[in-house]
């Protein structure tokens, strides 16, 4: 039986820490490809998020991250690609670790390789995705994930997106250069929506993703879903899609893929769109 420590790594397979948290902002994507983005199309922006309630392995304490986030969407004539990448700062609770996580999901659009509308009823597009999730952090665990698998790229009115991830799940973790102890094969099912809306002339948008993943190895199965609530500051100075502020909420059940580590808890965000 490996130990609690050879486990941390377990499987995390977050679309943004968040994700992540899983996030871009007006016409973009979180922890998945937008609605058919017009070719040549490319957004970047910056996250920053900060919580004081995250659980990790090892500690009974509350731990504090500041999480700072990169995220990237793109398009060309035959696909599209969503990049992230955190960098995490833990406080004494977590031995003031230092972490950097980063997730590549580049895919291919089925309708245009084939030249061949696959639209049908809420059904848009589908495309093939072959995901990558990689990290380190100061205290030991090296995440590595291959995610080869489909996207559905749904029409639901109201959203600017909602897309419909199904992976297999290939964990090739380590913990301080050896095999994590979850070195198998399961699935991944990723939902991920924005939704824009206003209240009295405030532009808003709730935006998400969550990743059900299956058990494999010693890893547990996890559910991770980071949902968030977010003002168009920038609408305000008549420069919207620029600037918002907001709240996250993580839940992330069975987290690293060890049964007794779960949390749920809200976390301050600000994004600004280059």
Not at 47 to 62: I, K, M, S
Not at 238 to 261: D, F, H, T
């Amino acid at each position: 039986m490996m130990s609690e420590k050879n486990r941390t790594t377990g499987c995390k397979a977050v679309a943004k820490f968040g994700t992540a948290a899983v996030l871009l902002a007006a016409s973009t994507l979180v922890h998945a490809q937008a609605e058919s983005p017009p070719q040549g199309f490319s957004s970047w922006n910056f996250q920053l998020a900060y919580g004081t309630e995250f659980h990790e392995p090892g500690t009974a304490r509350d731990v504090a991250k500041t999480i700072g986030t990169f995220e990237n969407a793109s398009a060309w004539s035959w696909g599209s690609s969503y990049f992230f990448l955190d960098i995490l700062q833990s406080d004494r609770n977590d031995r003031h670790a230092r972490e950097i996580y980063g997730e590549w999901y580049p895919s291919a659009s089925l309708s245009k390789l084939s030249r061949t509308s696959l639209s049908a009823g809420v059904l848009r597009d589908v495309s093939a995705t072959f995901g990558v999730s990689a990290g380190s952090k100061t205290t030991g665990p090296a995440p590595m994930v291959f995610m080869p698998g489909l996207t559905f790229d749904l029409k639901l009115p109201g959203f600017n997106f909602f897309t419909l991830g199904a992976f297999a799940y290939v964990d090739r973790g380590r913990v301080s250069g050896v095999d994590n102890g979850c070195h198998s094969t399961s699935y991944q099912v990723t939902p991920a929506w924005s939704l824009p809306f206003s209240i009295g002339g405030v532009k808003l948008s709730f935006d998400g993703f969550a990743d059900f993943i299956g058990s494999h190895g010693h890893c547990a199965r996890q559910l991770l879903t980071q949902p968030q609530l977010k003002v168009d500051l920038g609408a305000l100075r008549a420069k919207p899609g620029k600037l918002y502020v907001g709240v996250e909420w993580q839940r992330w059940e069975n987290k690293y893929g060890i049964a007794s580590v779960d949390e749920s808890l809200p976390q301050l965000l600000a994004q600004w769109v280059f």
